[in-house]
């Protein structure tokens, strides 16, 4: 059974940093795209960051130059850093992976943690 399981969630003052972390448990071969995604009540699901095997990255318009994603392919980790948070990053953040084992692939999701930033 494959797991993905997050930490690094809390609550933080606007200009301040957390690290989220997102940890690939189970028997798999191998870990494709791995990304962060983020939902505050009342609105969509938002895609934050993404990065591939080969550490190629992406990100929203409205954290890029503050987020980082990078991941630890021996670790099976992805990372989320966050620095110069903003009332508006209170969210719950997910991590999500594209997930290959004995002849099957499949896009995993973590649980979630809490992200909330005060003003």
């Known amino acids: 059974q494959v797991q993905l399981v997050e930490s690094g969630g809390g609550l933080v003052q606007a200009g301040g940093s957390l690290r989220l972390s997102c940890a690939v448990a189970g028997s798999i071969f191998g870990i494709n795209d791995m990304g962060w995604f983020r939902q505050a009540p009342g609105k969509q699901r938002e895609l934050v960051a993404t990065?591939?095997?080969?550490?190629?990255?992406t990100y929203a318009d409205t954290v890029k130059g503050r987020f980082t994603i990078s991941r630890d392919n021996a670790k099976n980790t992805v990372y989320l850093q966050m620095n110069s948070l903003k009332p508006e990053d209170t969210a719950v953040y997910c991590c999500n992976a594209d997930i290959s084992g004995g002849g099957w692939r499949n896009y995993y999701w973590g649980q979630g943690t809490q992200v909330t930033v005060s003003s």
């Open positions: 990065i591939t095997r080969a550490a190629y990255t």
